[in-house]
């Protein structure tokens, strides 16, 4: 495995005390760019050699991540890296949509006017560039931008830091789903005809509406990603 070069970063982190908040954003790095495989099982030298991190703060974020169901650390053997499949993407969604659900109807009567206005609006732009231009980098980059727009802002009505934080360690599992994903024009028109609707009945200030479309979009996803499977 290759070893990253560090040597600039460590000794600030160290002074500050963040080196394992560094290694456990380095290891979903590395599983979100598929420098570890999902599913793999490698050694705990393996991880300091790939990371850069010293063993002390590894280990720190091992914890947290075996905590949060991303990786199991057998004693004395290495460490197994969760595999997405049918049981991690029904929790996933399942875990998601109890979230979303009781926050799309505060945001369906809560958000700002022009916010739903320029999410409309952005919507509408990135089907149209679909249209014309298909799945180029920077359509690409949108829709994962909108994604984020349109869900953290509806999770954001709540105001509530606990609920941010576990949408949060949630989201991680939705990345490690998505990784096999296969994303064509299509589906990508769809994903976000499905975000129209749930844009327009908060436009409406219909908050039943708000969850019908909402529970549509994630039922829809779900038979998307077990159609990977």
């Known amino acids: 495995m290759a ?3 560090s040597s600039s970063e460590v ?3 160290v002074h500050s005390g963040r080196l394992s908040d560094l290694a456990y954003t380095r290891i979903l790095e590395t599983l979100f ?3 570890i495989p999902a599913g793999a099982f490698v050694s705990q030298n393996d991880l300091v ?3 850069g991190i010293p063993v002390g703060p590894l280990r720190d974020a091992l914890k947290v991540l ?3 169901g991303v990786l199991t650390i057998h004693p004395r053997s290495g460490i197994q890296f969760v595999k997405p499949g049918l049981e991690l993407t029904r929790s996933t969604y399942q875990f998601r949509g109890i979230l979303e659900r009781a ?6 009567e809560t958000a700002d006017d022009a916010e739903l206005a320029e999410v409309e609006r952005r919507h509408r732009q990135a089907m149209a560039d679909l249209d014309s231009e298909g799945l180029t980098d920077r359509v690409r980059a949108e829709l994962e931008q909108l994604e984020l727009v349109l869900h953290n802002g509806i999770i954001g009505s709540l105001n509530n830091p606990l609920i941010e934080t576990s949408y949060k360690r949630m989201h ?3 990345k490690l789903v998505r990784l096999d994903r296969k994303i064509t024009i299509p589906l990508a028109q769809r994903s976000l005809r499905e975000h129209m609707d749930i844009i327009v009945a908060c436009k409406a200030r219909d908050p039943e509406r708000a969850v019908a479309a909402l529970s549509a ?3 829809a996803a779900l038979q998307r990603h077990m159609g990977m499977f």
Request: no cysteine; aromatic share 12%.
């Open 33 to 35: 760019e598929r420098k």
């Open 217 to 219: 979009h994630f039922n």
């Open 11 to 13: 000794p600030e982190l």
């Open 66 to 68: 075996e905590t949060e």
């Open 3 to 5: 070893t990253r070069n």
């Open 103 to 108: 926050a799309v109807a505060i945001y369906s």
């Open 49 to 51: 050699q790939l990371l």
């Open 172 to 174: 991680n599992y939705l």
